[in-house]
């Protein structure tokens, strides 16, 4: 007997569930959090540029560093472990220092938050208005489907296709098709739900300055006959972008839709160090979600002190793959189906009475250790 | 209307936001560094978060929620996601006591937005 395969759910913003959800109470909604008293939570928010410097002088170096190894050793195949670090500084911390910059939590000073969030932008193919206004959104209405237009596993999920995440596919052309329509001073409907217009020509004109970027580094290319320059150039966004999707698809990836308590579909894991490091601290994603206001190196502080008010992370990214996978796998047939973990017994009960939707349905539980 | 009385002053740190209800608004008091206090419209005017959870930095109070910045002191719309300025009040110190008049307020309309 073959198993018939869900219908999948329609997450285009200008499609009927965003009006659905503006109806059920879940755009704009009051989210739960859990308690921290306000002096501690200054504390937790405040900006440090000296952290900030530290790290983002590191990462720049070490880019530096493996880009000189890649054009030293280019053609030969000691390139590839210089490329291997170069991709990931590039293509994956990128991501993470466009977030932490664009919510202007990572240095105390304004225009270095800026500064680093552009180039970062460019980085990672980012438009730096849209994505800005994007995330706003994400934040607004996490996971909301119509609303969130960051939702990055669909129910049921293209598995082949969220596969080919890894290795940028069809990523970089989706990227470079949106820079091009952005360029051209067009923004679809979906953009137009939370790009206000008065953006409309900063969102232009950006798309326009990448495109000259990479206009000139395939001129480059094309003079020197050497693939070198869109290796260093554009490049990372194929074979660096790994690691970002890796620990991109954990955030929300298997757990709740339409639901105000970021506990239900917010992920938080435990790293090691040097994913720590590149991720900048977003593995503690619950937390970052209640409290955007936190910096990245305050975030472990934050996690120690609401974690008994929290489903237990996941110990590993083995882990939390594990029930990743096997959450899409069953979603194919149940499309409703989700995560749900129980909470520590010091722990609020999850919000039930923010929506009107049953978030109780879920016959799964993962049981907190 | 006359002054509007909120809080002791040491009832608000030094750089910091409380909030205040009066009738059916809602305000949000600061004090900044060097003691003198202020007032603005207490709900963000990008998604009506209470400022009050926010952070005060200098002549600025972030956001809670998205991380837009406004001049508490003009009420400038300073970062995006916010556009729209917020409105001000007269605020004063009397005695101990902060006060703030809500009759007379700065416009809240359009600034031109924040930089980028």
Same mark, same amino acid.
């Given at each position: 007997?073959?198993?018939?395969?869900?219908?999948?759910?329609?997450? +285009?913003? &200008?499609?009927?569930?965003?009006?659905?959800?503006?109806?059920?109470?879940?755009?704009?909604?009051?989210?739960?959090?859990?308690?921290?008293?306000?002096?501690?939570?200054? $504390?937790?928010?405040?900006?440090?540029? &000296?952290?900030?410097?530290?790290?983002? @002088?590191?990462?720049?170096?070490?880019?530096?560093?493996?880009?000189?190894?890649?054009?030293?050793?280019?053609?030969?195949?000691?390139?590839?472990?210089?490329?291997?670090?170069?991709?990931?500084?590039?293509?994956? &911390?990128?991501?993470?220092?466009?977030?932490?910059?664009?919510?202007?939590?990572?240095?105390?000073?304004?225009?270095?938050?800026?500064?680093?969030?552009?180039?970062?932008?460019?980085?990672?193919?980012?438009?730096?208005?849209?994505?800005?206004?994007?995330? &706003?959104?994400?934040?607004?209405?996490?996971?909301?489907?119509?609303?969130?237009?960051?939702?990055?596993?669909?129910?049921?999920?293209?598995?082949?296709?969220?596969? %080919?995440?890894?290795?940028?596919?069809?990523?970089?052309?989706q990227d470079l098709q949106v820079l091009i329509r952005h360029g051209?001073?067009?923004?679809?409907?979906?953009?137009?739900?939370?790009?206000?217009?008065?953006?409309?020509?900063?969102?232009?004109?950006?798309?326009?300055?990448?495109?000259?970027?990479?206009?000139?580094?395939?001129?480059?290319?094309?003079?020197?006959?050497?693939?070198?320059?869109?290796?260093?150039?554009?490049?990372?966004?194929?074979?660096?972008?790994?690691?970002?999707?890796?620990?991109?698809? %954990?955030?929300?990836?298997?757990?709740?839709?339409?639901?105000?308590?970021?506990?239900? +579909?917010?992920?938080?894991?435990?790293? +090691?160090?040097?994913?720590?490091?590149?991720?900048?601290?977003?593995?503690?994603?619950?937390?970052?979600?209640?409290?955007?206001?936190?910096?990245?190196?305050?975030?472990?502080?934050?996690?120690? @002190?609401?974690?008994?008010? %929290?489903?237990?992370?996941?110990?590993?990214?083995?882990?939390?793959?594990?029930?990743?996978?096997?959450?899409?796998?069953?979603?194919?047939? $149940?499309?409703?189906?989700?995560?749900?973990?129980?909470?520590?017994?010091?722990?609020?009960?999850?919000?039930?009475? %923010?929506?009107? @939707?049953?978030?109780?349905?879920?016959?799964?539980?993962?049981?907190?250790? | 209307?006359?002054?509007?009385?909120?809080?002791?002053?040491?009832?608000?740190?030094?750089?910091?936001? !409380?909030?205040?209800?009066? #009738?059916?608004?809602?305000?949000?008091?600061?004090?900044?560094?060097?003691?003198?206090?202020?007032?603005?419209?207490?709900?963000?005017?990008?998604?009506?978060?209470?400022?009050?959870? #926010?952070?005060?930095?200098?002549?600025? !109070?972030?956001?809670?929620?998205?991380?837009?910045?406004?001049?508490?002191?003009?009420?400038?719309?300073?970062?995006?996601?916010?556009?729209?300025?917020?409105?001000?009040?007269?605020?004063?110190?009397?005695?101990?006591?902060?006060? !703030?008049?809500? !009759?007379?307020?700065?416009?809240?309309?359009?600034?031109? #937005?924040?930089?980028?």
């Open positions: 007997m073959s198993a018939k395969v869900t219908n999948p759910r329609d997450y +285009n913003l &200008a499609g009927p569930e965003n009006q659905n959800a503006v109806d059920a109470g879940l755009a704009s909604a009051d989210w739960y959090h859990s308690d921290i008293p306000r002096k501690v939570m200054k $504390e937790l928010m405040k900006r440090s540029d &000296a952290l900030a410097t530290r790290d983002t @002088l590191l990462w720049v170096a070490l880019i530096v560093i493996s880009a000189i190894g890649a054009i030293a050793f280019w053609g030969t195949l000691q390139v590839i472990p210089f490329l291997i670090v170069y991709g990931v500084l590039y293509g994956s &911390a990128s991501d993470s220092r466009w977030h932490e910059c664009g919510h202007g939590t990572a240095f105390r000073t304004t225009w270095k938050n800026d500064l680093v969030y552009h180039v970062a932008s460019f980085m990672i193919m980012r438009n730096p208005i849209s994505w800005r206004w994007a995330h &706003a959104r994400h934040h607004t209405d996490t996971i909301i489907v119509g609303r969130d237009p960051e939702i990055a596993l669909m129910r049921p999920t293209a598995i082949a296709k969220t596969a %080919l995440l890894f290795i940028g596919v069809p990523g970089i052309f051209a001073g067009r923004v679809s409907n979906a953009e137009k739900d939370y790009i206000p217009e008065s953006e409309k020509k900063k969102t232009t004109f950006w798309a326009r300055v990448h495109i000259m970027i990479y206009a000139t580094t395939v001129l480059v290319a094309i003079i020197m006959q050497s693939f070198l320059p869109v290796v260093l150039i554009g490049g990372p966004r194929i074979y660096g972008v790994w690691h970002a999707v890796m620990t991109g698809l %954990l955030q929300h990836g298997g757990l709740a839709e339409d639901v105000l308590d970021h506990r239900l +579909n917010s992920r938080t894991v435990y790293l +090691n160090p040097v994913s720590r490091w590149i991720y900048w601290n977003m593995n503690y994603h619950v937390e970052h979600h209640m409290f955007p206001m936190v910096p990245y190196f305050a975030l472990p502080r934050l996690h120690a @002190l609401i974690k008994d008010d %929290l489903p237990a992370p996941s110990h590993s990214i083995f882990a939390a793959y594990s029930e990743l996978l096997s959450s899409i796998w069953r979603q194919r047939l $149940e499309r409703d189906y989700y995560i749900r973990k129980d909470l520590p017994p010091t722990a609020k009960p999850y919000r039930e009475d %923010l929506h009107t @939707l049953d978030i109780a349905r879920s016959d799964i539980r993962i049981s907190t250790p | 209307m006359s002054w509007l009385d909120v809080c002791d002053a040491e009832d608000i740190d030094l750089e910091d936001v !409380i909030r205040f209800d009066h #009738g059916d608004r809602t305000f949000a008091v600061y004090r900044s560094a060097d003691g003198a206090v202020f007032a603005t419209d207490g709900l963000c005017t990008h998604e009506q978060v209470h400022l009050c959870g #926010g952070l005060v930095i200098d002549d600025t !109070i972030e956001c809670p929620k998205h991380n837009g910045r406004f001049n508490y002191q003009t009420g400038a719309a300073l970062r995006a996601p916010v556009y729209d300025a917020l409105a001000t009040y007269p605020a004063r110190l009397n005695n101990g006591r902060i006060e !703030i008049e809500v !009759i007379k307020s700065s416009n809240s309309k359009n600034n031109n #937005g924040p930089p980028l």
